[in-house]
């Protein structure tokens, strides 16, 4: 399992060059990717298009666009101008967003969210791979052309969690990306269901790229204290509550992997084994002395690359 950092959910820095030296750093410490969302801050594929020109090797993945505020094609030459900036290291996270957050906050109509995906995937493929689509849909329409410069294709992932998006993922993308997904439902829910729609479809074994929050410490319960502050929110939108009710709980300072050296390790083996081909790591703080608590996590991380 591939080892990446996440950050944006917590951690971000408070200034855009900031964020662009927390890819650098990432790719000094040897991380195999790096992961940002597309939230209320820095836009995220122009943060790491700048980061393309300071980095070399580490692969850039968002996770993840939402799409109903962006038409394919304006997201199409935006990543493929990313592609072409970071040499082609690029991993597009493309998702739903959440019914709240698309009606209450850009006044659009949350209406029939996996069908606006496939046609939307549909769409964004064909432009990606084919530099051209000419498509008629019940929710797009769209004849266009994209030519960007030194464009090449790249993977596009889908946050799928459900039945449907599941299926969607497996058969037209590269893989998925999950959040609030425990060990034991991504072992008997995402993997199995997304992995049965790409053989059916003759597509190669999908990505799993797991997001997880992540804090080594001596107090667990001190920790999931603050996981519970920093997370709370999620367990407040359907589709994440039911991935924690699948897991057994209903809160998500659960599904956090917390504890010391030995027991993160064991836990993040977990995930390996359920499937997931990336860890996506939340570093968030513990212990009172934040600082120290984040580098004792990434510590441990650096140290797991290459071995999960």
């Given at each position: 399992m591939r080892i990446g950092i996440f950050i944006g959910v917590v951690?971000?820095?408070?200034?855009?060059?900031?964020?662009?030296?927390?890819?650098?750093?990432?790719?000094?410490?040897?991380?195999?990717?790096?992961w940002t969302p597309q939230?209320?801050?820095?836009?995220?594929?122009?943060?790491?298009?700048?980061?393309?020109?300071?980095?070399?090797?580490?692969?850039?993945?968002t996770a993840v666009v939402p799409i109903f505020q962006r038409h394919p094609t304006a997201l199409a030459q935006q990543a493929l101008?990313?592609?072409?900036?970071?040499?082609?290291?690029l991993a597009l996270g493309i998702g739903l967003s959440h019914k709240p957050a698309v009606e209450d906050q850009m006044g659009?109509?949350?209406?029939?969210?996996?069908?606006?995906?496939?046609?939307?995937?549909?769409?964004?493929?064909?432009?990606?791979?084919?530099?051209?689509?000419?498509?008629s849909g019940e929710t797009l329409s769209v004849s266009a052309t994209v030519q960007v410069p030194s464009g090449s294709p790249f993977p596009i992932l889908i946050a799928a969690l459900g039945p449907r998006m599941l299926k969607i993922a497996g058969e037209l993308s590269e893989g998925t990306v999950t959040w609030m997904v425990g060990p034991k439902?991504?072992?008997?829910?995402?993997?199995?269901?997304?992995?049965?729609?790409?053989?059916?479809?003759?597509?190669?074994?999908?990505?799993?790229?797991?997001?997880?929050?992540?804090?080594?410490?001596?107090?667990?319960?001190?920790?999931?204290?603050?996981?519970?502050?920093?997370?709370?929110?999620?367990?407040?939108?359907?589709?994440?509550r039911k991935m924690l009710e699948m897991e057994g709980t209903d809160e998500p300072a659960d599904v956090a992997v917390v504890g010391d050296e030995a027991s993160v390790e064991r836990q993040?083996?977990?995930?390996?084994?359920?499937?997931?081909?990336?860890?996506?790591?939340?570093?968030?703080?513990?212990?009172p002395d934040e600082e120290a608590s984040t580098a004792r996590t990434r510590a441990l991380l650096k140290k797991l690359v290459g071995a999960l």
């Open positions: 951690g971000s820095a408070p200034t855009l060059e900031g964020q662009v030296q927390q890819v650098v750093e990432a790719e000094a410490d040897g991380f195999d990717s790096y939230v209320a801050g820095t836009d995220a594929l122009t943060l790491l298009a700048l980061a393309g020109a300071r980095t070399s090797r580490i692969e850039v993945g101008t990313t592609q072409a900036a970071t040499a082609g290291r659009l109509t949350f209406d029939r969210p996996a069908l606006r995906m496939l046609e939307y995937l549909t769409v964004l493929r064909e432009l990606v791979q084919e530099g051209r689509t000419r498509f439902t991504l072992r008997d829910h995402i993997t199995p269901k997304i992995t049965a729609a790409a053989s059916a479809s003759g597509r190669p074994e999908p990505r799993i790229c797991a997001g997880v929050p992540i804090c080594v410490t001596d107090d667990p319960a001190g920790a999931r204290g603050r996981a519970a502050e920093l997370f709370q929110r999620y367990g407040s939108l359907p589709s994440y993040l083996r977990g995930y390996a084994e359920g499937g997931a081909a990336d860890l996506l790591a939340v570093i968030f703080p513990g212990d």
